[in-house]
């Protein structure tokens, strides 16, 4: 039940809180759903906090391709960690306010580990475009100062981008009584459609934070793999190639991973509206939960190194 917000002849209004709502139809079931929705949590934040240790214990894997691959569990587990409390909330304790301040930070976070994931990718295929394109030089483009620039440079690109948002949401007016989100967590979409104000500057502003972070990226990964692709075909030996792309495999399904539930988010957005609310709240879980649980599931299935540290630190762990 929705608490009643009087209808009052104020010319400024924002609401203490939000409703945020869980799957739609399925409400009575949602203490069912949970369990896989814990054990999708879970399952992220103990593989990505995995590869971090692993990472980190390891000697041999004091790489950049590894180092990468460490930011990119940082990413996922910031990622699930902004949609668990409120989510989890929703689902077990049947409790669905979350106040206007802290709606908008969750909406922060939510968007700047996205953000930054998408700038791990692209680092990433970098870190392959060199390794594959100029193995002699790979150490001595790639040093340890130049990764640090590369993490800070993410970190500051996602934190400029992002932080006006919070503010151009803060300055609308809202309707009384107009509290309905569409999911258990904080979107910029969905909240700036609560306003009973001109929300063009906040439309425009969101769109150039997607094509001038997620879609550069985009293209700049495709503009790498076209590359590689190009060298891969100098390669005299079929076996060579092979085995040159067979290092590529791990990044290209992350990406997939990552960038197939983004696409199906923004098209869903601009063009289903029309579609029931469970296809919109299924497709945002996909996008926030999904990927955060399959990348320490490919890494440590389609990389042996990975796959050996991890095994070790699980062993020490039961051991001491």
Not at 278 to 283: C, P, R
């Amino acid at each position: 039940m929705l608490p009643s917000q009087p209808f009052l002849n104020i010319s400024f209004f924002q609401p203490d809180s939000f409703f945020m709502t869980g799957i739609p139809g399925l409400e009575a079931v949602h203490g069912w759903i949970s369990i896989p929705f814990f054990s999708m949590y879970t399952v992220a934040l103990t593989g990505n906090c995995l590869i971090l240790l692993a990472v980190r214990r390891t000697h041999s894997l004091h790489q950049p391709m590894y180092y990468f691959l460490s930011m990119l569990a940082l990413s996922d587990v910031g990622l699930s960690l902004s949609t668990l409390p409120s989510t989890l909330a929703v689902l077990w304790f049947d409790y669905h306010f979350i106040g206007f301040n802290a709606c908008l930070i969750q909406m922060f976070f939510l968007h700047f580990f996205s953000v930054v994931e998408s700038s791990v990718l692209l680092a990433m295929s970098f870190d392959r475009f060199v390794a594959i394109s100029n193995p002699l030089r790979y150490a001595s483009v790639l040093t340890n100062n130049v990764i640090i620039r590369i993490g800070v440079a993410i970190t500051s690109r996602a934190t400029l981008s992002l932080l006006p948002l919070p503010f151009l949401l803060k300055r609308l007016n809202y309707c009384p009584g107009k509290i309905l989100l569409s999911h258990s967590f904080c979107f910029h979409a969905d909240v700036m459609k609560l306003a009973c104000a001109d929300i063009t500057v906040n439309i425009l502003y969101g769109l150039y934070v997607v094509l001038s972070t997620v879609g550069v990226d985009s293209l700049l990964i495709v503009m790498s793999y076209s590359l590689i692709l190009h060298t891969v075909v100098g390669l005299a030996s079929p076996r060579e190639r092979v085995r040159t792309l067979n290092t590529c495999v791990s990044h290209i399904l992350a990406v997939l991973v990552f960038y197939i539930p983004v696409i199906g988010v923004s098209m869903i957005h601009r063009f289903g509206r029309h579609l029931p609310h469970i296809v919109h709240a299924l497709v945002a879980y996909v996008y926030l939960v999904v990927p955060p649980v399959l990348n320490p599931i490919i890494y440590s299935v389609k990389s042996k190194p990975i796959r050996g540290a991890m095994l070790r630190v699980i062993s020490r762990k039961v051991q001491g």
